[in-house]
């Protein structure tokens, strides 16, 4: 056999009867030859040997396919099209590349976020020993609870003017003098544990042009300074009573961005609660209920048996209609409904629910209460409550008179 015609090497049976099939078009052989040739490279014996008919039709039968098919497609357009193709792969592989180099970079942040978080989490854990050491628990034999309500403490403005003086360092002396008065409340009526409420707009916040004109402290230090004078606050209840329990719901001064663009969650309100929640774990005598809370304006706390509901009090009205709407979504009455915002107590019992309605620390003076002729004392309110409900109210006038304007 003719070398000219032999299978190559690794050369598959199609590619052969392929290759010698245009030795048949140029006249070089016959088909018979041609099936000779295969036979006997790929049959065992004469009895698997095929005749050179089935070799014809199968050689014209792909050439077909070759002429009207493949051909074609090898022009221009094809290759075209092949082009684009790889361009479009090409494209893919790119943007896949980034993607993934984009989505390490994110990890890689996400990672580095979480570790100075746990490193911010340690590091407040260990000032909190240092600052807040536990001491000897008391104990006190009696059977009511107080609610002390913190609202509205608005920490960043800062004023003196006819209508109120305000500033963190007296925000710091209100609070004093609002411990002695809880110190009082607590011993005639032999109160056993506290609940804390912070009630939102614990930061003044940079919401509105005239709050950035009277805020002495940017957002940040507010949230610092608010956090350290709340850890002190609570701290130094711990002292008076067995258990002391913190709940907190956001107002609408913490938030980020404007009203219409903000996020109902994004509040720095939260921040606050986290910080001081870090500070004080290491004292087993004060409880952080976040569990309390069904999102973050809202939450529901349990004193003695009665439930008590937390809002801020801009989604939320003291009226009949405002008190029966959020009964409804609660699907429950509660004891009472407590809430701020509006910066002066009051009090009112609708459909037997109590509306109880806490003063603001801040009291008049910033640019809003001059425009609008609103003057007021700066107070809070305690709460005194046993298994029947609330017992009785103290709204407590936190005025310290300082040098005016």
Not at 126 to 142: A, L, M, Q, S
Request: aromatic fraction near 8%; include cysteine; proline fraction near 1%.
């Amino acid at each position: 056999m003719s070398n000219n015609y032999s299978r190559l090497k690794s050369e598959s049976e199609l590619a052969y009867i392929w290759r010698l099939h245009f030795e048949v078009e140029k006249g070089n052989i016959t088909w018979k030859e041609l099936a000779d040739y295969v036979n006997h490279e790929f049959r065992e014996s004469e009895e698997l040997y095929r005749d050179e008919s089935a070799y014809r039709k199968g050689c014209q039968a792909a050439q077909k396919y070759y002429d009207e098919v493949f051909s074609k497609q090898a022009g221009n357009e094809y290759s075209e099209n092949i082009r684009n193709q790889r361009r479009e792969l090409e494209i893919a592989k790119v943007q896949f590349r980034d993607e993934r180099n984009e989505w390490n970079r994110q990890n890689r942040t996400e990672a580095r976020v979480g570790q100075k978080l746990d490193y911010l989490e340690l590091q407040l854990s260990e000032i909190g020993k240092v600052n807040f050491p536990v001491i000897e628990r008391p104990t006190i034999d009696g059977n009511t609870e107080l609610i002390v309500v913190v609202s509205d403490t608005h920490i960043g403005e800062t004023n003196n003017n006819f209508f109120g003086s305000y500033s963190s360092e007296i925000a710091q002396d209100r609070l004093s003098k609002y411990l002695v008065e809880i110190r009082e409340i607590q011993s005639r009526h032999n109160a056993k544990n506290v609940k804390v409420v912070l009630l939102g707009d614990l930061i003044t916040g940079n919401i509105h042009l005239t709050i950035q004109v009277t805020n002495r402290e940017n957002v940040i230090e507010q949230v610092k300074t608010v956090s350290e004078l709340l850890s002190s606050f609570v701290y130094a209840l711990s002292q008076t009573f067995e258990t002391v329990t913190v709940a907190s719901v956001s107002g609408n001064h913490s938030r980020i961005a404007k009203k219409d663009d903000a996020l109902k969650d994004e509040r720095l309100d939260d921040l606050v609660m986290f910080i001081m929640q870090k500070t004080l774990s290491h004292n087993d005598r004060i409880v952080f209920d976040t569990y309390a809370n069904i999102d973050t304006g809202l939450a529901v706390i349990d004193v003695l048996g009665k439930d008590y509901v937390l809002v801020h009090g801009d989604y939320d009205t003291p009226t009949e209609q405002g008190i029966m709407r959020l009964c409804s979504v609660l699907g429950t009455f509660p004891e009472g409904v407590i809430m701020g915002h509006r910066h002066s107590p009051a009090y009112a019992e609708i459909n037997g629910v109590k509306v109880i309605q806490s003063g603001c620390l801040s009291g008049s003076g910033g640019d809003y209460c001059v425009q609008k002729r609103l003057k007021g004392n700066p107070n809070q309110t305690v709460i005194v409550c046993n298994e029947q409900g609330v017992q009785c109210t103290y709204n407590v006038d936190l005025q310290i008179y300082r040098n005016k304007k």
